[in-house]
């Protein structure tokens, strides 16, 4: 029996009803039957470890492989489970072998740990890395322009790109990318396509066997309503070669023979063999040292829900996408600015994301009470920080707020427990935040912090 989304959905979750949850995408939440499942499964495993680990666990482990795949039109064979993308896309960077003149391409709209990661493999390989800077809100035609310019100035250099990064959607700020667009741009040039799909399963219809991206991981914990961190790792059979290894290696990697005068020895596996039919790289990520697993088997009660009490995927993508579309309106009219957006409306057409410019001026001025009410650029990250904390700590929500070249933007996510009337109410809190703001509110903070902190020196003196 399906349930209306919006307010009614509310009681599918967690939440209590003081709590406004407007920022889905950054951690994702589950509703109560896929925790049900979550603790049927955590509970069989502290029935009997051993077998359920040893024996129980791996069929599991294949169904939500093979429903996981099903979503995605791939073959179960090119799907494994690990636990989220940042994982998925260090597993890929660390088992390339890179040589002198091999660049890794990204946009700036990176997530952050992906690119300390491609920082971390220039340092510890040959490799070198490329940033594109692209301003939003800029066109997807432009974008995908913006990536060949740069893949032609580093082969006129005499280097090569050997792999790109680019997202499906971005998170700062949420916009969709032209992924599918890229992807193409790289099979006609060689280069090897790392999708990051954080935001992907569950937000977007995908269909990876038409695309062919030679590497895609996607959160199912963010959109798809399985429980944290739970993410599919999916690269083709033309690819598996390349992964040799999971992160962290564990029983199922097969060394290289050694040569002589080396001694090859049978490593020992105190874990039965896995089935037959599992191909190497699929065997990789069965087991991959000892954690509760147990969210990974909850795939096919999120799914369920999904397609039982919200009627299904395509049902779902429409009213998120619905909402973030006329809750970011709103929410701008309130807020007197705009939604981030360009000329032909793809930053947002397909996705649950809404970027809503705040009331708030970067300038020279003190941001005191008597001041000009603007904001020294030094203090515009402190600015983000005191309105997250106030979000938090007064009116029991959050909002990412993103400062995004020269302004601060409001992201909101939609989700089918919400209704327009949520976007309203966190727009109105952000337009009296922002007035608290223009009249030097988190300067007074800092201070009172700073009155507190000598407070407790002192005391600690005595």
Known sequence: MTIPMGRAMRSQFFFPPEYTPLNHGSFGTYPKPVKEALNHYQILAENRPDTFIRSTYPALLNESRSQVAALLRVPVEEVVLVQNVTIGINTVLRALVWEPGDVILYFETVYGAIEKTIEYICEMTPAQAERIEAHYPISDQALVKLFVEKVVQVQERGQKVKMAIFDTVSSIPGVAVPWIRLVQECKDRGIYSMVDGAHGIGLLDLDLGKVQPDFFVSNLHKWLFVPRGCCVFHVPLRNQHLIRSSLPTSHAFIPLPRPPPSHQHTINNPMPPSSPSLSPFEALFEFVGTIDNANYLCVPAALKFRTEICGGEAAIREYCVEL???????????????????EAGSLTSETAFCNVRLPLVIGEGKGEVDGDGKVKKEDASAVAAYIGRRLMNEF??????????????????????????????????LLGLCGDVRKGGYLKEGREKEKMNGKTVVDGGN
């Open 324 to 342: 973030a579309r006329e809750g970011g309106l709103r929410a701008a009219r309130i807020l007197g600015t705009e939604v981030m957006e360009n």
């Open 396 to 429: 029991d929500t959050f909002i990412g707020i993103i400062l995004y070249r020269g302004n601060w933007w409001a992201r909101f996510s939609a989700q089918v427990y919400l209704e327009v009337g949520d976007f309203e109410w966190g727009a109105g809190v």
